[in-house]
């Protein structure tokens, strides 16, 4: 079913009104924490995901998707979890070892329960009350995770009937979750299958917010065909925003069933104010919706439309990511980074007079036994057409794929020639282009030889 946005004046007023009367959220001592609308982690250090989910539940043995989606560059891995109640249920055991797969790769785990999806409507659905159950039977292996793990109460909770309870449920659930030990920043999703047509999520959130005695709530609204103009998506997020609630999009695709969500403004909105999103999802979709798996048949080298979407495209996850800084990383920076940045050296101060190149490369981020590099190449004083870099590795450093450039090796030597795209440079003028490698021992940068034409 789908609804389209109006004003509701007095909520939000009543909305603002309520969440000022908090004061400013305390943080959680041991792990990621709310405070102005926005998530930050152990550090203190603001985090946005950059993400996608995966439904380990029905594939328990994809375990190398943890690798795979951090190697396209993602920060945070929302996984698939069932308490028993529709579908096998994911031990304690399974879940630290899914737990320790999110740290090994230095991915931040969301960790939902999906057997309430669409509960009031959908045939064998639990209640909010049964996944709090199954919460806190899993408190051995979800305490102490605090820094790397979010709870992520229930998916989908309610389908387009019978919603009317969402707020007291959640209310209830979390309060429940606090008594019973889990410190961890707590999701909670919208009614009406995620997408909050009726509005329920919007005008209750402060009121949930309210209840969690730690304020350490964040919502998440699922958006598919409900969401298909840009007016509905930045009119959603907006008034959270104002109201200073943390919002995440907790799924979203390119295409629906229901309708044909708009994407583009979706990822655009988000990154310009801030807000983290996953996408839906990684692979194993059925039911007619396979057009929704990010990667044909889990193969991180064969990704979908979708898939090439969500990593590689504009405001994407190669483009906007940032690894958490509790792994040790560079911390993200606090606004969004310019589209197109400046050289990081200055070009020749005496280029040769029929034109040429420079070109840097940078380590963008790094983990155990991979990375992700960039080289940038700037135009000398003269435009040209096209552009050939060149670089030699010396500490056996590979690389595996690449995107806005054509690589090939031969040994230790690397070669990348420009797309027909981005060849023909302005005198000044840059571009860049990027790639996934591995590495072992030491991963010093190389020197980069540019050659125009």
């Not at 328990?60 to 795979?68: E, I, L, N, V, W």
């Not at 004083?381 to 031969?410: D, K």
């Amino acid at each position: 079913m789908k609804t389209r946005l109006s004003a509701v004046g007095a909520a939000l007023l009543a909305l603002l009104v309520a969440v000022l009367a908090f004061g400013q959220p305390a943080h959680a001592a041991a792990g990621f924490s709310v405070a102005g609308g926005k998530l930050y982690d152990a550090n203190g250090t603001e985090f946005v995901m950059r993400g996608v989910n995966h439904a380990h539940t029905w594939y328990p043995q994809q375990t190398s998707s943890f690798a795979d989606v951090k190697a396209l560059g993602a920060n945070t891995v929302r996984v698939v979890l069932s308490s028993g109640d529709r579908w096998t249920r994911n031990t304690n055991a399974d879940v630290a070892n899914v737990i320790s797969l999110c740290k090994a790769n230095r991915l931040i785990c969301v960790l939902e329960v999906h057997d309430t999806t669409g509960y009031g409507e959908q045939s064998g659905a639990i209640t909010l009350a049964r996944a709090v159950d199954y919460w806190l039977s899993l408190a051995d292996v979800l305490v102490g995770q605090e820094r790397y793990v979010i709870v992520n109460i229930g998916n989908e909770p309610y389908g387009n009937q019978n919603y009317a309870s969402w707020a007291t449920d959640n209310a209830s659930a979390i309060t429940r979750l606090r008594a019973g030990g889990l410190t961890h920043t707590i999701m909670v999703d919208a009614p009406n299958w995620g997408q909050d047509w009726s509005f329920t999520m919007r005008d209750n959130a402060a009121s949930v917010f309210a209840a969690d005695p730690a304020r350490n709530t964040v919502f998440s609204i699922h958006m598919y065909g409900v969401f298909d103009t840009a007016a509905e998506i930045s009119d959603y997020l907006g008034r959270f925003r104002s109201a200073g609630l943390p919002i995440v999009v907790g799924e979203f695709g390119f295409n629906h069933s229901d309708g044909n969500p708009d994407e583009d403004a979706i990822l655009a909105y988000t990154q310009a104010n801030g807000i983290g999103w996953l996408g839906w999802s990684w692979s194993g979709n059925g039911g007619g919706v396979e057009y929704l798996d990010l990667a044909t048949s889990f193969n991180p080298a064969n990704l979908t439309t979708w898939g090439q979407r969500l990593f590689n495209g504009a405001n994407g996850i190669r483009q906007t990511s940032r690894e958490a800084s509790v792994f040790g990383g560079t911390p993200p920076p606090t606004t969004p980074p310019p589209t197109t940045p400046p050289p990081t050296t200055p070009p020749p101060t005496t280029p040769p007079p029929t034109g040429g190149c420079s070109a840097t490369y940078t380590v963008t981020n790094q983990w155990q036994g991979g990375f992700q590099g960039e080289v940038r190449v700037t135009a000398g004083a003269a435009a040209i057409t096209g552009w050939t870099t060149r670089w030699t590795y010396a500490n056996g450093q590979s690389v595996t794929q690449a995107w806005n450039a054509t690589l090939t090796s031969s040994g230790a030597t690397v070669t990348a020639r420009n797309a027909d795209y981005n060849g023909r440079l302005a005198a000044g003028a840059s571009t860049s282009f990027g790639f996934i490698g591995g590495w072992t021992g030491s991963n010093a940068p190389p020197a980069v030889n540019c050659t125009a034409g």
